[in-house]
């Protein structure tokens, strides 16, 4: 029994193996149409897409998955799909990756064949108009010309979600797409909490910059390490920078490349081929280098994963939140750290004569990385503290959205109330509000939460490694690097469940109270509160 | 009818562009993998690979391609299955390009569908195993290694070509899949007279080296424009001249790339996305640009191709006899030159110091770019003058092997008394000589002759452009360009056949009398014979 078992798991898993594949070389298309493809290969480009993606279908929709499948799993209760799990009589044939590859290839075949054809086709056709309707909206800072199409993704989320699961809210079906077994409920209750906590603290702070803002502004601290001219910072050097930090980190440079694109990114066709990017700015070098570091912490989650389990769903990483929280670790509690300021000061002053000639403290560097900016409206501009703000009243407006209390045409007067109550600022446009980002253009709701749910979990995972301020205090990557490895990295998609994992790894699921006593014990001694 | 034979055509390209686009896609993961790919990545870029290996296999192999060209296509000889045409009803339906295409689809598909996959996997774990032997035979230099791996591949395509074609030799159907059309007698007839005519001017010019070597040695030549040390011509600066030449010649940056890679070599993803590549020595430029004006030749063929006809057959470029004429028209015709010369050296002084110090005349360097090297045993370093014996002493030596009147374990003593008769060398050793390419280790039979047919049809196109001296000493590269894309380029496969498209271009098919002209003319004043 046990070894017909195997055959069929072997047979399902070669089957797999081909989709995932071509999702790589599909990564590779896009990888190269965004960091070295010239202009004009844009609609070639487009066709090999099609072609790969047709083909992606096709494999992702074999019956021959149904068939394998049904010798496999079994419903828990016949009427929710997503009570699948694996025949009793067979558990004992699978070892636990094995067990969890079969229950996301189920899922995978759920969410590819239970759209109909006509609904991918309406919705793709959707992600283009949408765009384009954004950037028109967007230039004429003008909400109601975008709200058509912000109503026609609702409809449509909501009409696949209840395809994909009818007996799941649509709110977690959706969410569970970006981290797999989260829910609304749980993000309201880490939110709530987050939003309590954080809003005074920024008031604090906002305060203390009024009194001081010779001292606190960000303007006097981020001068420190700005120029006002072009070139200061010579690209050429930055990468050379960026590169050796990057290497530092853990980032194996014969399994990877870093290179420049309009928007920094990450990408992998294997755990030995990774690709990041960064774009850098010569009148400053901390944004290239902070996205180099926060790139490379998702690559590293990449190049870290299962090797056994290649091309498999039980490889992947668990979604967008552990996947921030990657990024985030790196970026913000190794990379905003003294100790790192410390060591890469120097060596910035030695490539750039400009930050020589400044003469700045270890401790202004420090400050200016750490700077937050309380005069600002774009999400992608903000930092640490302000940051999740941005998130939570996002997430708000779509569940209102979402659960009918708020209508679409309201959506710009919900984000600046919300903004004036949380950020305390009042936002001047619909362009500088609501418009600011892409995301809603192509239906992408409920995932920007998990920005917010990885910077918890990543503030959690530091807080959980033994002894992580000593360290930090000693720049001891390759440390870190391991226990993430073995803790985070290797168990790619095993568990199912991002909070599972974090229990599994730090002892607990997601505990924002972790995240804010971070925040408030190292703001409070950087703004003297 | 003609509706209905319309709808059938539409179905069958359709289904081709498929695969064709899944050649392109294949095309990036080969033109990274030589370019960008970091080491580790090579497991997983095999692995990709792979898949869009099989998948291209499925769609080559798919029988709707018969049912569908049964419709279409009956044989003129029922004996032969070359001698295929398009049903004479369905004739007044389809437009010359259509007709091309679908006899092309109907030639591709038998020699995808004769060979069974058990040879092709033969083949495939040969192809493997003998690079690995060739590698290491030429380290001990020794062919007796390599003579088992030659035999068996000599039988595997012996088998293969009367698998595809019964009824033709095999040596026409191996040299068909490079040049379309051409048959070993008419390459016989070819070679024969430029063998005659070539073999006494080397002679002469031989003479007139030992006569006067520091007026016309290579040394003396070459050092002109070469420098003993390293770093005397920086990668950056010769990257620089290869771009404006380049561009110059006609290569758009915003429908192309050129990189660097161990062999230079020319890709293309679709007629707006092209690449090329090259290497640079630092202790001298010539080589590096001479690549580049190379590849580009070989790009603005890919790039000129009927845009109609994106993805199908008829628009590939017509074989490799073809495509070296257009390599070499630039590199040779245009490339060395001397109004060339008297255009791009001075803009090489202003980058190069050490040319400036030179002060080297005209006269001295396009003497320099057109060296005879007399005393050189490899091919990829011979000559204009001197490459033609190379390719005929391997043409002549494939042909004895296969009508069994060479055995394999003769081939270096036949090619060392061939190198002698014709080039005037006793070969030292086998790894500087039957050895010397890596060609025959990947069964690549009758595929040498190509380079120069390909060479002949240059200096053919060259002499058949109206006032292409006119345009040389202008430089007018437009012009030319102009000439070949309507001429050659845009049409693509159609004639089936490259002399036919010479017939066509130039009113005559391959006539090797004006190569020799060509040739006689210039090396007779470089060498004052």
Redesign the interface.
């Known amino acids: 029994m046990a070894s017909s078992l195997r055959t069929v798991y072997t047979h399902l898993v070669d089957h797999v193996k081909?989709y995932k594949?071509?999702q790589?070389?599909n990564a590779?298309?896009e990888w190269?149409e965004l960091v070295?493809?010239?202009?004009?290969?844009a609609?070639?480009?487009g066709?090999?897409k099609t072609?790969?993606a047709?083909?992606t279908h096709d494999l992702q929709t074999n019956p021959l998955i149904e068939q394998y499948l049904s010798q496999l799993v079994e419903l828990h209760d016949p009427k929710d799909i997503s009570s699948v799990r694996v025949k009793s009589c067979s558990e004992s044939a699978f070892n636990e990756y094995e067990i969890s590859n079969i229950i996301l290839i189920h899922k995978e075949y759920q969410r590819n064949t239970k759209i109909p054809k006509e609904l991918v086709e309406r919705a793709s056709e959707l992600s283009s108009r949408g765009y384009h309707t954004w950037v028109k909206a967007r230039k004429s800072s003008n909400w109601s010309e975008f709200a058509g199409v912000m109503q026609e993704w609702i409809d449509i989320r909501r009409e696949m979600s209840l395809l994909i699961n009818p007996s799941k809210n649509v709110c977690d079906t959706l969410l569970d797409e970006y981290d797999p077994g989260m829910t609304c409920e749980e993000v309201d209750h880490v939110f709530s909490y987050i939003k309590k906590e954080l809003v005074p603290l920024i008031q604090s702070i906002r305060k203390r910059v009024q009194e001081q803002p010779e001292k606190y502004g960000d303007e006097a601290l981020l001068s420190k390490l700005q120029s006002t001219n072009e070139g200061t910072f010579p690209v050429d050097k930055q990468a050379e920078l960026a590169k050796l930090v990057a290497k530092d980190i853990g980032f194996?440079?014969?399994?990877?490349?870093l290179d420049v694109s309009v928007h920094p990114f990450s990408t992998s066709?294997?755990?030995?081929?990774l690709r990041i990017t960064t774009r850098y700015d010569t009148k400053e070098f901390v944004n290239g280098l902070a996205g180099v570091i926060h790139e490379t912490g998702h690559s590293l989650y990449e190049g870290g994963l299962n090797r056994s389990y290649?091309?498999q769903p039980v490889q992947s990483a668990l979604g967008t939140t552990i996947h921030e929280s990657q990024s985030l670790f790196w970026e913000r509690h190794v990379g905003l750290s003294l100790p790192f300021w410390k060591k890469w000061y120097p060596v910035a002053e030695e490539m750039f004569p400009y930050l020589k000639e400044k003469n700045n403290s270890i401790e202004d560097v420090y400050r200016a990385a750490n700077v937050v900016t309380l005069n600002n409206f774009i999400r992608i501009e903000s930092d640490e503290l302000t940051y999740p703000m941005h998130v939570i009243l996002r997430f708000e407006i779509e569940k209102a959205l979402f659960d009918g209390s708020l209508k679409v045409e309201d959506v710009p007067k919900a984000w600046n109330q919300k903004f004036k109550e949380y950020l305390g600022l009042d936002v001047p446009s619909d362009a500088k509000g609501a418009l600011q980002d892409v995301h809603w253009s192509s239906g992408a709701f409920f995932y920007f939460p998990t920005y917010l749910l990885g910077a918890a979990a990543s503030a959690q995972i530091a807080s959980a490694i033994p002894d992580f301020e000593k360290h930090i205090q000693e720049n001891n990557y390759p440390h870190l690097k391991k226990w993430l490895n073995e803790n985070i990295h290797a168990r790619g998609s095993v568990t199912l469940n991002s909070n599972r994992l974090l229990e599994e790894a730090t002892g607990q699921k997601l505990n924002p109270e972790i995240f804010i006593n971070y925040l408030k014990n190292k703001y409070s001694k950087l703004y003297d509160l």
């Open positions: 081909k594949v071509l790589s070389v590779l298309l190269d070295m493809m010239p202009n004009n290969g609609d070639s480009r066709q090999h072609v790969v047709s083909l194996n440079f014969e399994g990877g490349r066709f294997s755990t030995d081929d290649a091309y």
